[in-house]
Nanobody
Framework: KVELLESGGGSVRTGGSLTLSCIAR????????MGWFRQAPGQEREGLAA????????TYADSAKGRFTISKDNAKNALYLQMNSLIPEDTAMYYC???????????????????WGQGTQVTVSS
């Protein structure tokens, strides 16, 4: 089992940047495929980015490509999501997720991830 704790959300203006952090309480950070999802009000949870156990392979959803960067620091038990050029449509609750072992397919299916954090709110105003 792994506990996930997100931080770094907040309110920014259009064009601004935020970096989300996720600290994982686990002895084996490198064992987990980890990623980020988000959920806007009235919408389904949407997968954004995922990273394999050793952090070498990153996968992005189309909505995240070019603006968001996922990174993993196993030594610090941390997962990050750098978000640039934010727009109001990025307003959502952002969740850190994890799955034991290799990343599954489809990689942005909610059912692939056993562990979810409580979320951190991101609000982008125009």
């Amino acid at each position: 089992k792994v506990e996930l704790l997100e931080s770094g959300g907040g309110s920014v203006r259009t064009g601004g940047s935020l970096t989300l952090s996720c600290i994982a309480r686990t002895q084996r950070m490198d064992y987990y495929c980890m990623g980020w999802f988000r959920q806007a009000p009235g919408q389904e949870r949407e997968g954004l980015a995922a990273n394999d156990g050793d952090g070498a392979l990153s996968t992005y959803a189309d909505s995240a490509k070019g603006r968001f960067t996922i990174s993993k620091d196993n030594a610090k038990n941390a997962l990050y999501l750098q978000m640039n050029s934010l727009i109001p449509e990025d307003t959502a609750m952002y969740y850190c997720v994890a799955r034991g072992g290799a990343c599954g397919r489809p990689i942005f299916s909610r059912s692939q991830y056993e562990f979810w954090g409580q979320g951190t709110q991101v609000t982008v105003s125009s």
